[in-house]
């Protein structure tokens, strides 16, 4: 599977989406309602298919909610049933159910086997209106939905999942592994030798964001002044986003043609984020790891992880001796068994490698390990 991103063209025609995008909403906060009402009687959770029984009639005799088709509503059902039922599963972990969304804020809405058709070129029908979109590359292979998505600003994308068909098959055997410590510090520390910073988009910002979210406070609400300064803020988180997203790709990219296998430890990142707050959220590492596995996957690459609990940095690279404990401020520590000096990130990468290694076998190991120590 595939998703491809296309920006449609700015056109008054654009105006239909978006209502349909608000009658999206309309009917998807009506379903909430449906479920909590239902709950309250019941004391039962609303079955999708009930829920979609009942809409299908509602929608008859609402000409807005004929705005959205019957496959959208359709997902909108089934999104609202899968949030109900993994709220169920693990509210005692801290799952919260769906809520209300302010309609002028709900994003989207999905098609899947009808009610849009790609004309050729960069035209693409949804509905009974033609539309175009900036046609950035090919689309190639089964179209399996279509997404209409609204940003904040007010601009349109087209989400289109593809099932290219694509099978990329891997070595029968990694040529070279490296493990990586991720830190608040360094982001990330390599077992092979080098540390890569994080820019820091959000802290570089952050003076922008803070003088443009001051002028947005002063306007008065419900103004043109307020609503031209509320842009301006949204602006300059997407700015951070975008920048944010072409430095993990890139660095995605370098990392998988370096190395076959890349390894990783599991990490808390809520845990993390209530501890240290904005700085982990600018890390943004859970991000990164998504981006890799996806280039990964393409090139023929591993992305392994190991258990969190693994005490990475507390154990000796060199002898395997562990201590008892070890505190966050301390950067580098001596061995009390073999005295070697040890740096914190550099000797937890080293051992995040020497169990990925182990978890691909006898013979991937023999084969990776001469490639390793050269």
Known sequence: MKTLKFKLYQHKRNRHLKRTINAAGVIYNHCIALHKRYYRMWNKHLSCAKLQAHVAKLRKRDPFWQLVGSQAVQDICQRID???KLFFKHHGKGVRPPGFKKVRRYKSFTLKQAG?????GNRVKIGERVYQYWNSREIEGKVKTLTIKRTPLGELFMVVVVDSGEEFESDATPRKIAGFDFGLKTFLTCSEGFKIESPLFFRQSLKAIQKASR???RKQKGSRGREKARKNLVRRYEDITNRRQ??????AHTLTDQFDV????TLNLKAMQRLWGRKVSDLAFREF?????SVAKKKGKWVTYIDRWFPSSKTCSGCGH?????DLSVRRWRCPACQSVNDRDENA?????????STWGVGDVSQALPAISA
Do not use: M, P, R, T
């Open 246 to 251: 072409d430095w993990f790709w890139k660095l």
């Open 289 to 293: 790891l998504s981006i890799l596995e």
């Open 82 to 84: 899968k949030a109900y």
């Open 116 to 120: 849009y058709k790609f004309l050729g």
């Open 322 to 326: 562990i201590l008892e404990s070890l």
């Open 215 to 217: 002028n947005h406070s």
């Open 262 to 265: 890349l390894v990783f430890e």
């Open 349 to 357: 990468a080293v051992n995040i490698k020497q169990v990925g290694v």
